[in-house]
């Protein structure tokens, strides 16, 4: 188990940031949220975290997409999952390429958003 790590979490619903929040933190992850790709960047600028979940819309303002490249200018190497309630288009293709380790589409259980995160942070 990789308990104690840390995950944060971007996601402009605040229903999906903490149900995500809440099984995280079930499983043993110190978990941190943002509401907006801006957020999320402006919070990487300053911390470092294991592992960043990112959800693809991101309501106004920056996508998935955007943000993840924004994350990997400051953060060579981050870890990170996309979580989406989309189907794996071009946009999280393109995510993949750029690194991320891999996709999840929601809704996700406890057992496959678990076994996810699990394995990304054991890549």
Known sequence: MYFGRRSFLTDDEQQQR???????????????????????????????????????ILGPGMGGRQT??????????????????????????????LGALGFVRKPYTLFNIGLAVRQALAK
């Not at 978990?31 to 957020?39: D, M, Q, R």
């Not at 999320?40 to 960043?52: I, N, P, Q, S």
């Not at 999952?81 to 288009?89: F, N, W």
Request: glycine share 6%.
């Open 18 to 56: 903490d149900l995500l929040e809440k099984i995280l933190s079930s499983l043993g992850y110190k978990v941190e949220t943002v509401c907006s790709g801006e957020e999320a960047v402006e919070y990487l600028m300053e911390k470092e975290v294991d592992l960043v979940l990112l959800d693809m």
């Open 68 to 97: 993840y490249e924004k994350i990997i200018e400051i953060r060579p190497g981050q870890r990170a999952l996309i979580v989406s309630g989309y189907c794996e288009d071009h946009e999280v293709k393109t995510i993949l390429a």
